[in-house]
């Protein structure tokens, strides 16, 4: 009975071990073909991330939504761009552009 719960507790663990790692595997090698080809990837970014910034901030504007929220838009869309230009770690880079691209995305659903 014991060797049962003993069996499920570490699988159970190494199933929430393998999950995280997971995660963090994928994040890791993001970040090494971020660095393998960093001035491919700035550019695309950029331009992708400024984009989905600037039609995020025209519909905040359209509708007259808050200005915290286009404040925020312009102060996330341009956080990243300095990133990239200041070539920051990888790691910094793209969590900064994914949060840009989540954020900016909600702010368009939000005002659309």
């Given amino acids: 009975m014991n060797t049962s719960k003993l069996s499920q507790n570490s699988t159970k663990k190494f199933s929430q071990n393998q999950s995280n790692r997971g995660i963090d595997t994928w994040f890791n090698e993001q970040a090494v073909k971020f660095e393998n080809a960093r001035f491919f990837w700035m550019a695309v970014y950029i331009t992708a991330q400024s984009c989905l910034g600037s ?45 840009s691209f989540i954020l900016n995305t909600i702010f368009i659903i939000i005002n659309i």
Avoid: E, R, W
């Fill in 55 to 99: 039609i995020a901030c025209g519909f905040i504007l359209k509708n007259d939504a808050n200005v915290f929220m286009l404040c925020t838009c312009a102060a996330i869309t341009m956080m990243s761009n300095a990133v990239f230009i200041a070539l920051g770690p990888p790691k910094l880079c793209l969590t900064i552009v994914y949060l």
